[in-house]
Nanobody, 125 residues
Framework: QVQLVESGGGLVQAGGSLRLSCAAS????????MAWFRQAPGQEREFVAALRWTGSTFYYADSVKGRFTIARDNAKNTVYLQMNSLKPEDTAVYYCAADQKYRDYVFETWAYDTWGQGTQVTVSS
């Protein structure tokens, strides 16, 4: 069973940058899409960004468009989230997710069958 391992979270001041990584444990990994979601205390988990595992289609939440960039390295089975111009409202636990069952609803949490453990991102003002 594929596991997703995230890294790269931490504490940063507003305006700063962080890069999150999410590595899949199996070589035979071919989801239709991978995504990043986040969940702040007392809030529902929300979509941040997603990409197709092949091709060049990317999706972003309006709140992060122009500041965050999702990217992948297929050879390393790894997806990244580069976060620039961070704001205090970006503070949350960030989760990566993989759609290996080809449900193909990239904005929806239920479409993803495999999740990472989450990594905390805290942005101070």
């Amino acid at each position: 069973q594929v596991q997703l391992v995230e890294s790269g979270g931490g504490l940063v001041q507003a305006g700063g940058s962080l890069r999150l990584s999410c590595a899949a444990s199996e070589r035979t990994f071919s989801p239709i899409a991978m995504a990043w979601f986040r969940q702040a205390p007392g809030q529902e988990r929300e979509f941040v960004a997603a990409l197709r595992w092949t091709g060049s289609t990317f999706y972003y939440a309006d709140s992060v468009k122009g500041r965050f960039t999702i990217a992948r390295d297929n050879a390393k089975n790894t997806v990244y989230l580069q976060m620039n111009s961070l704001k205090p409202e970006d503070t949350a636990v960030y989760y990566c997710a993989a759609d290996q069952k080809y449900r193909d609803y990239v904005f929806e949490t239920w479409a993803y069958d495999t999740w990472g453990q989450g990594t905390q991102v805290t942005v101070s003002s």
